[in-house]
């Protein structure tokens, strides 16, 4: 059974006893956002990451939820991905579609992948610029006090390093506060090309969800989610805090275990 509990100002923390009880609770989320979303604005845009949320992700593809969801009103963008080509091993868009989307009925026409022939700053370019074409046809919605994409849900994982996206920690492209998709030619994590979603983008989606599992992460979850002092605001994942929209952390016990309070709460 999940414990759930709401942070005074870190959101709600889902901790699930195992991977299975995660991923079911994980789909009825994603479902139920997807199907107000569609009732509310005829749509669901949503942004997916890459690494390990995509297989935890996997009980969409199976009943119900691959019959009850509205798949053809998804519009699927990637808030990082990997600069290199679609048939790469380390391409999100590749992980995404062998392991979900080549799964349920989406409309290709409607999967948001970037431009992979292009240098990593001509990709951002490019994405941002499409992003803005879907913002002006509210395909995407936008942010009520800026002129940000308002993305229905984005689904970000979590790095040991506490990063999210391709938000790496100490990098300057954490105070990028103009552009909505920017580049790094330099990750610590390869490939060493990507292009990432900005914080001001992150933190303006209605919904967001922080979805990490494992020992190996237990201390950025500590250090993303407990008062751990003025050293650590500037890990990636604690300055994911959306400005009105709802923040979710999905953990199993283990990426939980440093949690202030964890032993009480079990
Ligand atoms: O490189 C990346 O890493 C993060 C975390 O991946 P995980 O396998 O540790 O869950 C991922 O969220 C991001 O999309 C990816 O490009």
Redesign the pocket.
């Known amino acids: 059974m999940a414990h759930s509990r709401v942070h005074k100002d870190r959101g709600e923390l889902r901790i699930h006893e195992n991977l299975d009880e995660l991923g079911t609770d994980l789909a009825e989320y994603i479902a139920e956002l997807s199907e107000a979303s569609v009732k509310e604005r005829g749509v669901f845009a949503i942004a997916i990451?890459?690494?390990?949320?995509i297989g935890l992700m996997g009980k969409l593809c199976e009943a119900p939820y691959h019959k009850t969801v509205d798949w053809a009103k998804w519009y699927i963008f990637w808030?990082?991905e990997?600069v290199v080509g679609k048939t790469h091993a380390d391409s999100?868009y590749k992980l995404a579609k062998d392991g979900l989307l080549s799964k349920v009925p989406v409309v290709p026409s409607h999967v948001n992948s970037i431009n992979d022939s292009v240098s990593a700053e001509e990709a951002a370019d490019d994405y941002e610029f499409h992003i803005r074409q879907l913002v002006k046809t509210r395909t995407i919605n936008v942010s009520d006090n800026s002129d940000c994409p308002k993305f229905d849900l984005i689904l970000?994982?979590?790095?040991p390093d506490g990063?999210?996206?391709?938000l790496f920690p100490n990098h300057p492209m954490l105070d990028e506060k103009s552009e909505w998709v920017t580049f790094i030619t330099d990750s610590p994590?390869p490939p060493p090309e990507?292009i990432t979603f900005t914080l001001p983008v992150i933190n303006s989606a209605s919904n967001v969800a922080v979805v990490v599992t494992g020992e190996s992460k237990a201390e950025a979850v500590h250090l993303a989610i407990d008062d751990v002092g003025p050293d650590y605001l500037s890990l990636p994942a604690r300055l994911v805090q959306p400005t009105k929209g709802k923040l979710v952390w999905f953990l199993d016990k283990p990426a939980a275990s440093k949690l202030d309070g964890f032993q009480f709460s079990e």
């Open positions: 990451s890459g690494g390990s949320l808030a990082d990997r999100n970000l994982g979590m790095g990063h999210v996206a391709s994590k990507r």
